[in-house]
């Protein structure tokens, strides 16, 4: 066993340039001969939030600027596990033709999908920070928890997606499903409301929702301008430590038949 995960490492190191390749490489043609360029990977989420932030300071009666910033919060760490998730459920079937063609370490595929969209949701949340100072918000020295944050919500994302990949190149449909499933799993998570907002069966459903500690890594440093409770970053690194167990056991099972199921 641990001669295979020193050669596991060996060729994710020895396939370092190709990963940083595709990775560039994804960062480059999302908005590839667009008049803006990669400014869309902040005009896009900020415009989708900024619309939400209307509407539902609208319908809940809450101080837009107060309630844009709590939104903010929560849907960014929700955007990058969402398509981390879902782009990853297809890394493998989207590159048949290459993992076909030449030997490389499969796992670089779901690793560069989630090292690209961590970079976007980076600079979402640099572009979030200017907003909250553009409207006379309010920021504490809590906001330097955020790059732990964001590494536990990284390994968190990059387990499940691990898993997402190579169940969909057993199960052609999950790749629909999954979609699905991230819809519903939205509103089960407390992103437009407040964890304690809701009583009963559906408090009970979001208390088993992993990625609530995660919103809640966010959204205190950035909405409550203060660290989050021990108990939570607890929940956040045996999340992290468990989903990325998981999926890396799950892929490593299953890596050698890849090729011959795609």
């Known amino acids: 066993m641990k001669a295979n995960a020193r050669s596991f490492f060996r060729e994710l190191y020895d396939s370092r340039n190709v990963l940083l390749q595709l990775v560039s490489q994804q960062l480059i043609l999302r908005y590839r001969r667009t008049a803006l360029g990669y400014l869309w990977t902040l005009i896009n989420p900020l415009l989708m939030m900024s619309v939400m932030a209307l509407v539902f300071a609208t319908l809940f009666k809450a101080d837009l600027k107060t309630f844009a910033v ?39 595929f779901p690793l560069s999908i989630t090292f690209a969209l961590l970079i976007d949701s980076a600079l979402s949340f640099l572009a979030l920070i ?8 309010s920021l504490s020295w809590a906001v330097l928890f955020i790059p732990i944050a964001y590494i536990l919500l990284f390994f ?26 991230m819809q519903g799993l939205f509103f089960l998570t407390p992103i437009l409301y407040k964890h304690d907002a809701l009583a009963g069966k559906v408090a009970w459903l979001i208390g088993l929702n992993p990625i609530v500690p995660f919103i809640e890594l966010f959204r ?8 989050p409770n021990v108990s939570i970053i607890v929940q956040g690194l045996l999340l992290s430590l468990s989903a990325m167990s998981i999926g890396a056991l799950v892929f490593l099972r299953h890596e050698k038949t890849i090729v011959f199921r795609l």
Not at 100 to 105: C, D, E
Not at 220 to 227: G, N
């Open 70 to 108: 709590f939104l903010f919060a929560g849907m960014i760490p929700w955007n990058f596990f969402s398509a981390v998730v879902t782009q990853c459920g297809a890394s493998f079937i989207n590159n048949e033709g290459l993992i076909k063609k030449i030997y490389l370490p499969k796992v670089i």
């Open 220 to 227: 205190a440093p950035l909405y409550q301008s203060s660290l």
């Open 156 to 181: 968190f994302a990059l387990g499940i997606g691990l898993i997402t990949s190579v169940a969909t190149v057993f199960f052609r449909d999950l790749q629909h499903v999954i979609l699905i499933a």
């Open 130 to 137: 200017t907003i909250i100072i553009v409207i006379g918000g």
